[in-house]
């Protein structure tokens, strides 16, 4: 079992930047892969950024890579997601996910623990 507890979501104008922080609980948090998901005002949820269990991988959506950036610190159980140059459009609640496999969190978009979802506002 992995309970995952996101924070840092707040709100920023156009422009800036935020980094949300997943802490996860368990003695097995490299062996996730983890991820952010967003779900934007009147929409479904959707694919934001993953990163493997050691690290090495990263992976992003196209409305977010070259300005997101996803890394974790396994010492410390936590992920992070930073995020710059924040626009209108990335209003969303985003949430924290652990996998099993990078494949399970990019291709099928799914994940086997979720957060609780914070709050990310950016207006304009």
């Known amino acids: 079992q992995v309970q995952l507890v996101e924070s840092g979501g707040g709100l920023v104008q156009a422009g800036g930047s935020l980094r949300l922080s997943c802490a996860a609980s368990?003695?097995?948090?490299?062996?996730?892969?983890m991820g952010w998901f967003r779900q934007p005002p009147g929409k479904e949820r959707e694919f934001v950024a993953a990163i493997s269990g050691s690290a090495g991988t990263t992976y992003y959506a196209g409305s977010v890579k070259g300005r997101f950036s996803i890394s974790r610190d396994n010492a410390k159980n936590t992920v992070y997601l930073q995020m710059n140059s924040l626009k209108p459009e990335d209003t969303a609640v985003y949430y924290c996910?652990?996998?099993?496999?990078?494949?399970?969190?990019?291709?099928?978009?799914?994940?086997?623990?979720w957060g609780q979802g914070t709050q990310v506002t950016v207006s304009s």
């Open positions: 368990g003695r097995t948090f490299n062996n996730y892969a």
């Open positions: 996910a652990a996998g099993s496999s990078m494949l399970l969190i990019t291709t099928s978009k799914r994940a086997d623990y």
